[in-house]
């Protein structure tokens, strides 16, 4: 078998020519890759977006397996992996004998899922970050705090009503003792995963906008991106200037190291002003490296 099929090497081209600001050209410029491949625009559409999709899988070996198969059946492994991690991979060990079989059975497993919540754990981030928390020492943006014995971390709706309002998902809290509601430290808001990862480009200034607001009632706001494409996206359409401090910026990293920055999560952590909170910009893959110190 061929190491990638045709159709994955059109959709990363696609997806790189046709990520340029458009200037209103883009349907021109969509029409003539497409033309000039032989395609259809819809067909090029399907070949950009399976592989936008699959790329957002945090398995290498899955990726490169998917680019293997089908357009049809990577996207829809892929999309299967971001909604139920655990029964596709299940699914994909059994094997599947054409794409019709692979979608119907796609289909089944998404009308009987429990939960709609798409997440790339088997868990939702919340019940996730309950079950870490207690003992584990806490990494700030610029120095490392640790929890004291007699201190109880907990997650919590937000009780402030401009926070429900800004979106934030839930606060982690420090309580003192059984019964004491402590003090909100931290807001933690998870972005949904976008079907085009070029929305995450578009979403750049409300989701901005959102999260200093949040910086302004909370000492520490975590935004939580489905994965570090999407977190790459974002910060692609965010000027430098928009906040006053940063701590692992993919410039800076890149400079340091002369490459450019890996695919692999890390914190990314900034100040958007003197009066506001620290904000740091994560993943589902790797916030726990970025939160917790081991």
Request: aromatic share 10%.
């Amino acid at each position: 078998m061929e190491r990638t099929r045709r159709w994955a090497r059109i959709g990363r081209l696609a997806a790189i020519a046709l990520s340029q600001p458009a200037s209103g050209q883009r349907l021109v410029r969509e029409t003539q890759l497409a033309g000039a491949l032989g395609l259809s625009r819809a067909t090029l559409r399907h070949y950009r977006d399976a592989v936008q999709n699959v790329r957002t899988l945090p398995d290498w070996n899955l990726r490169r397996r998917l680019y293997r198969e089908s357009a049809v059946a990577a996207n829809t492994m892929a999309r299967w992996f971001h909604r139920d991690s655990r029964g596709a991979y299940e699914y994909l060990y059994r094997g599947w004998r054409s794409d019709a079989e692979l979608i119907a059975a796609a289909r089944a497993a998404r009308s009987q899922a429990f939960s709609p919540r798409r997440s790339d754990l088997d868990q939702p981030l919340q019940g996730w970050l309950e079950a870490l928390l207690p003992g584990r020492p806490w990494r700030d943006a610029f120095e490392h705090i640790f929890f004291a014995t007699d201190y109880h971390p907990v997650l919590a709706a937000p009780r402030n009503e401009t926070a429900r309002f800004l979106g934030v998902d839930f606060e982690i809290r420090l309580r003192l003792a059984e019964g004491v509601p402590g003090t909100p430290v931290m807001a933690v808001v998870e972005v949904p995963r976008l079907v085009l990862l070029d929305r995450y480009r578009q979403e750049a200034r409300p989701l901005w906008t959102r999260a200093v607001a949040m910086s302004l009632l909370y000492e520490r706001v975590v935004v939580v991106f489905p994965g570090p494409a999407s977190r790459r996206r974002f910060l692609a359409a965010l000027p430098r200037s928009a906040a006053q401090e940063w701590s692992g910026h993919p410039e800076d990293r890149a400079a340091l190291s002369g490459v450019r920055p890996s695919g692999v999560s890390s914190p990314i952590i900034c100040r958007p002003g003197p009066a506001a909170g620290i904000i740091l910009l994560s993943t589902r893959i790797g916030l726990k490296r970025d939160l917790f110190k081991w």
